[in-house]
């Protein structure tokens, strides 16, 4: 009992439930698995093999998971696929251009945005920012 009580005080909270999710994620790869913050990550992205995560220290990482798992799992956490190809962490978005339908992270890096995507972008940057 005392754990349900728990669980709807936790529920009935003024704070979100993302605060109460993990704030790091296991990258598989072909010969192991990497335990990384997803605070550290800019962007993933499709390949052939999986998906090639890109942190803010410039590290990439070669995941065997596929980019709608991690789709799942990130939504909630301020991430966004802004094209069929790229996961973005908007925590690291410092500007979106909407005539080159491009976005900029705070290291200067620039993605493409597709165009039936950036309307929501903008919208899920706003609630972001606005927080």
Known sequence: MKK???IQNIW???KTLIQFLPQKIVLPYMSGYEHVD???I???EKSPDGVNVFTVDGKKWESTKDLHDFEEILVERSFFKVNQ?????LIHVSKVNKSLKTLTFSNGNAIE??????T???ENLE???NK
């Open 127 to 129: 609630r972001l920012w």
């Open 42 to 44: 800019l962007y993933m």
């Open 4 to 6: 349900l009580i728990i």
């Open 113 to 118: 945005v597709s165009s039936n995507r950036l």
């Open 120 to 122: 929501l972008l903008l």
């Open 38 to 40: 997803l605070a550290g």
């Open 12 to 14: 009935h909270s003024s």
């Open 85 to 89: 190809m790229v996961l973005v962490n």
